[in-house]
């Protein structure tokens, strides 16, 4: 099996020509428009809630909260962290036409692969990922030369980095269609900070909602908008807006110097909008910094302090809402877990995805 990466620039007449990366050999491709072709093939969008709202747009928050919700959450909704494309295919070869958006990014936390990568997935294993490249518009090889089987692909889309995905290729003759069922007919929804958008990871496909979706076989979406999980009413109403199974808060340390008003006030709008959804308080979890620089160790012994206080205020009222301790996900034995003493490493991130797993599995509907 032979598997590749190409990036070219986008011809202007695709349908005339043969391979991407300039190779004539056919058969040609077959593009399936995006989002055009999409719902005619059965493609799933997922962990993009507002998707077929906004005719296409690959943001996580809809084109009319821009000028609603704080700058800090609307511009890291842009990266669409979470989001997934989903389809069943016997294609030999598959290709993406991309075109990334604003500038890319070059977080410091983040490789390239993390910030701005595709990951593609067959059968639930991982394949390989591709970049956004500098081109305006380009395409990428996933894969080519395989046998001709159906197979169920899923490709994550970047953790840090916005774009547009305009077409799909595949053989000719190769037939689309949607894929199996998730486990429950509803998401799970993450709403937090960097942590919860992936800060850190090497790949869109090893988030902890990731994994942990995968572990379930459950859909999810990640509403982490780095250094912006602040609880702000407007962002609470666009949470509490979704269909979901289960809602986990990983707030995390970007709540800052807040009290417990303002964590207390989303799991109350939350719960309005949902009587009886298991909810779930995630408190910061354990990382490294937090053994020596102080002006850290305040800003996380306060935060848990306010998640732990607005758990305890609304608990006896609330049999569906559930809290996750400090140590329960990462715990101090486990610093090798850290990317650079604030965000989790790949491992971190699988550890948190483990344990919260099997906190969740019972809980859900």
Known sequence: ML????????????????????????????????????????????????????????????????????????????????????FRSDTTRLALRL?????????????????????????????????????AEHEQVAFRDVAAQTREITIYLPVGQELKVTAIGVDP????????????????????????QGSGVSRPGMTYEAVLAHKLNVDFV??????AGKAEPPVVELVASLDACCFVFDLGRSYGDQDKSAYKQMLTSVRAQHPTIPMVCVSPIYNPIELHDQRWIERTRHTRQVVREA????K??????????????????????????????????SMMAE????ILAPLLP
């Open 222 to 227: 990640n509403l982490g908008f780095g250094g």
């Open 99 to 135: 075109k990334g958006e604003g500038s890319l990014s070059r977080r410091s936390t983040m490789s390239a692969q993390g910030s701005r990568g595709l990951d593609v997935y067959v059968d639930g294993n991982y394949w390989k990922s591709v970049i956004i490249g500098e081109l």
């Open 3 to 86: 598997i590749v990466i190409g990036l070219v620039a986008a011809p202007r007449n695709v349908a005339a020509e043969g391979e991407p990366d300039g190779r004539q050999s056919p058969p040609q491709w077959r593009w399936i428009r995006f989002p055009e072709e999409r719902q005619a093939h059965h493609i799933q969008v997922l962990g993009l809630p507002w998707f077929e709202d906004d005719v296409g747009d690959f943001g996580r928050l809809p084109l009319s909260a821009k000028e609603v919700v704080p700058s800090g959450a609307w511009n890291r909704s842009r990266a669409p962290s979470g989001g997934r494309i989903r």
């Open 311 to 314: 758990f305890d205020d609304l």
């Open 316 to 349: 006896p009222t609330d049999e569906n809402l559930y809290f996750v301790g400090e140590y329960d996900l990462v715990r101090p034995s486990e610093g090798d877990g850290s990317n650079e003493g604030v965000h989790p490493s790949d491992l971190g991130y």
């Open 173 to 196: 003759n190769a037939g689309v269609s949607g894929a199996e069922k998730f486990s429950r007919p509803k998401p799970i929804v993450f709403y937090g900070s960097s942590i919860a």
């Open 355 to 358: 344990r919260l797993a099997a």
